[in-house]
């Protein structure tokens, strides 16, 4: 059974710019969730989809954070623009359920904002 | 506010014998709980997972809940040098959602 995939792996631009990652789940996972993880920190949820409806985005800082599942499978995070403080490793993670089911998660993608 | 409280450590134990690790938590209405472990520079996995009080065992590893006390432990048995990563500490309060605490890094001194 293939993993969670994400891409890019590493990611380093300069404060302002924009980037966006891209979150491809386990197949047949209905919840998929957004991680952010700073250095010396557990995962702090940003998002999290079930299917293609948002169940929580509440610590998602909406004014320059976005997420999008359109099609209920694939999933993409965009920041815009980027401050210096979100350099952190985006962890995306999928679930077959909901969060009482385990969550498996991917390789994640390093940010570094400069 | 759900916390998860973990001593981030370091915690250094011989190899060969048992590693205890404790998070607390302060949410009464908390119904699951989970371990996972952290190696540096890749994404946390699944040790263990506990929803009922008392002890659970696989392998090496055993959980421990204690509701009435808002604590979770992870014991691991015959620790081994790869055993050393980061161990996160997660509930799901019953909101849809893990809180994670800040995970104890742990050393095994071969």
């Known amino acids: 059974e293939a993993g969670v995939a994400q891409s890019p792996r590493y990611k380093i631009i300069e404060k302002r710019q924009s980037v966006a990652f891209w979150c491809n789940p386990i197949?047949?996972?209905?919840?998929l969730y957004w991680y952010q993880q700073i250095l010396g920190q557990g995962p702090k949820l940003l998002i999290q989809?079930?299917?293609?409806?948002?169940?929580?985005d509440s610590q998602l800082p909406k004014d320059r954070f976005s997420a999008e599942r359109l099609k209920g499978v694939d999933s993409t995070l965009k920041i815009q623009p980027a401050k210096l403080e979100d350099s952190a490793v985006y962890l995306c993670?999928?679930?077959?359920?909901?969060?009482?089911?385990?969550?498996?998660f991917g390789p994640g993608t390093r940010l570094t904002v400069l | 506010q759900k916390e998860v409280e973990q001593n981030s450590g370091p915690l250094s134990v011989p190899e060969g014998a048992i590693a205890s690790l404790n998070c607390t938590y302060s949410?009464?209405?908390?119904?699951?709980f989970f371990w996972y472990r952290q190696y540096s520079g890749k994404s946390p996995e699944l040790i263990m997972f506990?929803?009922?009080?008392g002890d659970k065992e696989d392998g090496r590893f055993t959980a421990q809940l204690n509701k009435a006390s808002q604590y979770v432990s992870l014991l691991i048995r015959d620790s081994q040098p790869s055993d050393s990563a980061t161990y996160l500490c997660?509930?799901?309060?019953?909101?849809?959602?893990?809180?994670f605490g800040t995970g104890t890094r742990l050393t095994i001194i071969p």
């Open positions: 993670a999928s679930s077959l359920v909901s969060s009482t089911d385990t969550q498996y």
């Open positions: 197949s047949g996972h209905a919840t």
């Open positions: 989809f079930q299917n293609n409806g948002v169940v929580d």
């Open positions: 949410d009464r209405g908390s119904q699951s």
């Open positions: 506990i929803y009922s009080n």
């Open positions: 997660a509930g799901n309060f019953g909101n849809e959602k893990l809180t």
